[in-house]
């Protein structure tokens, strides 16, 4: 809609050329201010909403009543198994899986989600399966698949960047030509700038998985919850490859799965999730669109030591 303004301002003009007497004569003008933009609408609509459909002020509700949905995390931590990132077994990465990957957390990174990332090594070489073979001992074989991790860290990373997103691997004993050094408060300001961080050898120690690291790393960096990517839906209350019965639970405490002895992560893990109230969210990595939809807390898989958020409609 067109309104008609009208301005007025003084011009001054001198009264005669030998006086040096100014009078002031008024001059007014009339303007017209539109509040529509070509095609009818304002350049930002009355819905609140701003450029490409974007809200202008994201979490707030429109005027027309919409808003976007809240996040249930804003800082999370990605746990991704070695044998998720084998796929099909062909080889031991397939790059599928990590284009897969790092596509997903790019769009969620771009909402303001901050991805951590805790790899594994056991589509490499796994430390517990080794030991004993040929003199080698448990504390020599985990180091070995500590070093396995690195590998897939940093193949990861390469992917990830390939795309665009900044990536910094830091592993937990130095390994300087090839990543940083663990440091926590680097790590934190990583993420804080918008970097994914992958952390490469676990904890640093011999005898401790890399779900026990993710539940560290958790902690340490003040994430809000663990999502473990594996290769099934969730946590059965069978295994469902002998049971075709078996039922997909939606959530657990964390005293379910210590008492039902639940192969879901090892018990130092669940412990430590326990003690630092970090809910753990199990779902299948290979089902497309899984890992936007855990990091940005849709119901996926199973949510262990928390609820589910329920939408009403």
């Known amino acids: 809609m067109a309104t008609p303004l009208q301005l007025t301002s003084y011009s001054s003009i001198p009264t005669s050329p030998s006086s040096s007497r100014t009078s002031f004569v008024p001059l007014t003008m009339r303007v017209l201010i539109s509040c529509s933009s070509k095609n009818g609408s304002s350049p930002e609509s009355m819905n609140g909403s701003g450029l490409n459909g974007q809200p202008s002020f994201p979490g707030m509700a429109s005027f027309d009543g919409a808003s976007e949905p809240p996040l249930k995390w804003r800082r999370v931590l990605l746990k991704v198994s070695g044998e998720a990132l084998a796929g099909d077994h062909q080889q ?21 989600i901050e991805v951590a990332i805790v790899v ?12 004993g073979c040929s003199g080698l001992d448990r504390s020599s074989a985990d180091y070995i698949g500590m070093m396995a991790t690195v590998m897939n860290a940093i193949f990861l990373q390469a992917t990830m960047e390939s795309i665009g997103i900044p990536t910094r691997v830091q592993t937990a004993f130095r390994m300087s030509e090839v990543a940083e050094p663990y440091i926590r408060r680097r790590a934190i300001r990583h993420l804080e700038k918008g970097r994914v961080v992958i952390f490469a050898a676990g904890t640093g120690n011999p005898f401790f998985t890399t779900d026990t690291a993710a539940a560290l790393r958790c902690a340490e960096i003040n994430a809000e919850v663990v999502l473990k990517a594996t290769n099934v839906d969730g946590v059965f209350d069978d295994d469902p490859k002998r049971n075709p019965n078996a039922r997909l639970l939606e959530s657990l405490t964390y005293q379910e ?33 899984n890992i936007a ?3 940005k807390g849709e119901k996926v898989g199973t949510l262990i030591g928390g609820t589910w958020k329920v939408t009403a409609t």
């Open 92 to 112: 031991n990465i397939d790059p599928k899986v990590t284009m897969s990957i790092a596509r997903e957390v790019a769009a969620v990174t771009r909402l303001g």
């Open 120 to 131: 594994g090594g056991g589509n490499i070489f796994r430390g517990s399966t080794w030991a």
């Open 257 to 289: 799965v210590t008492s039902k002895d639940l192969s879901v992560m090892d018990m130092t893990a669940i412990t430590l999730c326990q003690e630092n109230n970090i809910p753990v969210v199990v779902f299948n990595l290979s089902e497309p669109g």
């Open 293 to 295: 939809k855990a990091i």
